[in-house]
C-alpha cells in the first residue's frame, strides 16, 4: 500500500540527490522522507474520518445519551468509547466534566471519558497505524478503551465524591437528569464538510512541527544506534522496566505526535513493545499540565488517586502487551 | 463591565476559554473581524471557570454574541464570525 512513498523517497535520495545507498545519512534521509509523507496520509485520512463521526455525536449528544440512560455498568464502556471519537483538548476538560457532574453523570463515569479521551485520540491512531502497523495500533486502541473503562469502574467504587472541590460538590448535590435543550444543528453535509475541513487544517497545522521534528530525531536515531542496542538495558524479563518507564513518562508533556515517532525507533532497537506502549500512555493520558487545570474541580488528594489508579493500570497493561506480543 | 448600555444596536460579545492557545486564536479572530468592519461590539473575554460554567458550554473556546452561544469547541473562519455578526 505504501510502495509507492517508498519509491518516491528512494528516487529522491539516490537519484536526485544522488546519495550513495547504505551510508547512514542517506539512509536517514530516505526514513525520514519516507515516514513523514507516508504518516501524515495517515493523520489526514484519520483526523477527517474522525472529524465526520465527531460531526454527528458532539459532545452535547454524548452527555444527553449517558445522562439519560440506565446502561447496567456498560456506561462505563460507553463513556470510554466515547472518549475515542471526542477530539480532546485539555482545556476543555474542566468544563466538561462540570458538565457531565451536573447532567447527574456519576464521577467515575466521567473519568472513564476523561482518561480514554486523550489516551486513544485521532492523531495518536494515525500515528501508531503508520508507525507500529494495524495489529498492534488496535491492541493499543481496544486496550486504551479498556483502561478508561475498568479506572472509570474503579474510581467509582472509591466513591471519591468527597474530594471535590466545594463549589462542585454543589453543583454535585444541584445535579439532575437535565435534558438541556439541545438544539441540533441543522446542517447539510456540505456545511458540515466545510467546518470539518478546516478542523483537519487546524489539527495538522499544529501537530506537523511536532511529527516532523519527531520523525527526524528517530531518523537520526535509526540510522546511528545499533540494532538491538537497547535489549541489554531494557530486556523483557526486566521487571522494573515497566513501572519505570511509566512514572518517567506520566510527568512528562508532550503531545503523542513528538513521542511516538521516537518510541518506534526504540522499539525497533530492542526496547520491548509492552514497555515502549506503558511509556507513551503515560505521556499522552497524564499530564502535569492537565493536573493543574483539574485543581479547579478537584481537591489535590483526589487528583492523586486519579493518577495513581490510571498509572497502575497503564503499568498492568504494559507488562500484558509484553506477554501477548 | 464597561458595556455601553445607551446604545442599543451595540453587540457584546463574549469569549469563553480558560486561557488556552486555541481561545487566544479565537479572540484574535474575533477583534479583527470586528475593527476591520467597524462593527459596533464590546469584545469581552471570559476566563473564570463558574461564569464560563453558566453559558453551560461544555467545550472551549465558545463564542457568545449577545448571550447567544453561537459557536463552540473550534476556531471559526473570519468570514464565519463576520456572518454572525452582520
Same mark, same amino acid.
Not at chain 1, 11 to 31: I, M, P, Q, R, S
Not at chain 1, 201 to 224: C, D, E, Q, S
Not at chain 1, 227 to 252: H, Q, R, S
Given at each position: ?40 496520509? @495517515? ?9 465526520i463521526?465527531n460531526?454527528?455525536?458532539?459532545? $452535547? ?17 460507553m ?25 447527574g ?22 500515528l ?17 478503551? @479498556?483502561l ?31 435534558? $438541556? ?14 467546518? +470539518? ?9 499544529g501537530?506537523?512541527?511536532y511529527?516532523l ?38 510527568p512528562?508533556y ?16 530492542? +526496547? ?22 483539574l ?7 483526589l ?21 501477548? @506480543? | /463591565? ?6 442599543? /444596536? ?9 486561557g ?19 462593527? $459596533?461590539?464590546?469584545?469581552? =473575554? ?7 460554567? =453558566?453559558?453551560?458550554? /461544555? ?7 449577545? $448571550? ?19
Amino acid at each position: 500500500m505504501f510502495d509507492w512513498i517508498q519509491n518516491l523517497a528512494d528516487w529522491l535520495v539516490y537519484d536526485v540527490l544522488n546519495l550513495t545507498k547504505g551510508v547512514h545519512l542517506a539512509e536517514a534521509l530516505n526514513f525520514f522522507i519516507y515516514d513523514s509523507i507516508k504518516i501524515l496520509l @495517515l493523520l489526514f485520512v484519520i483526523i477527517f474520518f474522525m472529524g465526520i463521526v465527531n460531526s454527528y455525536f458532539p459532545i $452535547d449528544k454524548v452527555k444527553n445519551y449517558l445522562s439519560r440512560n440506565k446502561l447496567y455498568g456498560l456506561e462505563y464502556l460507553m463513556a470510554s468509547l466515547f472518549g475515542v471519537v471526542t477530539p480532546f483538548c485539555s482545556c476543555s476538560s474542566v468544563p466538561l466534566f462540570i458538565g457531565f457532574v451536573r447532567g447527574g453523570i456519576p464521577l467515575g463515569v466521567t473519568f472513564a471519558f476523561l482518561i480514554t479521551s486523550p489516551l486513544v485520540n485521532e492523531v495518536a491512531i494515525g500515528l501508531f497505524i503508520g508507525l507500529f502497523g494495524l495489529k498492534t495500533t488496535i491492541i493499543y486502541v481496544v486496550s486504551g478503551i @479498556l483502561l478508561g473503562t475498568i479506572s472509570g469502574f474503579i474510581l467509582q467504587k472509591l466513591k471519591l465524591e468527597a474530594y471535590l472541590t466545594p463549589w462542585v460538590k454543589e453543583v454535585l448535590a444541584n445535579a439532575q437528569k437535565e435534558q $438541556d435543550i439541545f438544539i441540533a444543528e441543522k446542517q447539510s453535509l456540505k456545511q458540515r464538510l466545510s467546518v +470539518i475541513w478546516s478542523e483537519v487544517l487546524n489539527i495538522l497545522k499544529g501537530v506537523i512541527p511536532y511529527v516532523l521534528v519527531g520523525i527526524a530525531i528517530g531518523g537520526l536515531m535509526h540510522g546511528y544506534i545499533p540494532e538491538g542496542f537497547f535489549e541489554k538495558y531494557m530486556a523483557k524479563d526486566n521487571l522494573f522496566a515497566v513501572p519505570i518507564a511509566t512514572i518517567l513518562a506520566v510527568p512528562m508533556y508532550s503531545n503523542a505526535s513528538g513521542i511516538l515517532p521516537v518510541a518506534q525507533v526504540l522499539v525497533a532497537k530492542g +526496547i520491548p513493545i509492552g514497555t515502549a506502549i506503558a511509556f507513551m500512555m503515560g505521556v499522552v493520558g497524564l499530564s502535569l499540565p492537565e493536573a493543574m487545570l483539574l485543581k479547579k474541580v478537584m481537591t489535590f488528594k483526589l487528583i492523586a488517586i486519579f493518577f495513581s489508579v490510571v498509572t497502575l493500570c497503564i503499568i498492568i497493561s504494559g507488562y500484558l502487551f509484553n506477554i501477548i @506480543l | /463591565m464597561a458595556i455601553n448600555k445607551t446604545n442599543i /444596536m451595540s453587540k457584546v460579545i463574549k469569549i469563553l476559554g480558560t486561557g488556552c492557545p486555541k481561545c487566544k486564536t479565537m479572540t484574535g479572530i474575533v477583534k479583527e473581524v470586528v475593527s476591520e468592519n467597524n462593527i $459596533d461590539a464590546t469584545v469581552e =473575554k471570559v476566563e473564570d471557570i463558574m461564569e464560563i460554567m =453558566k453559558f453551560n458550554v /461544555m467545550t472551549t473556546p465558545a463564542l457568545v454574541i449577545d $448571550d447567544i452561544i453561537t459557536i463552540k469547541g473550534r476556531i471559526p473562519s473570519k468570514d464565519e464570525v463576520l456572518a454572525l455578526l452582520k
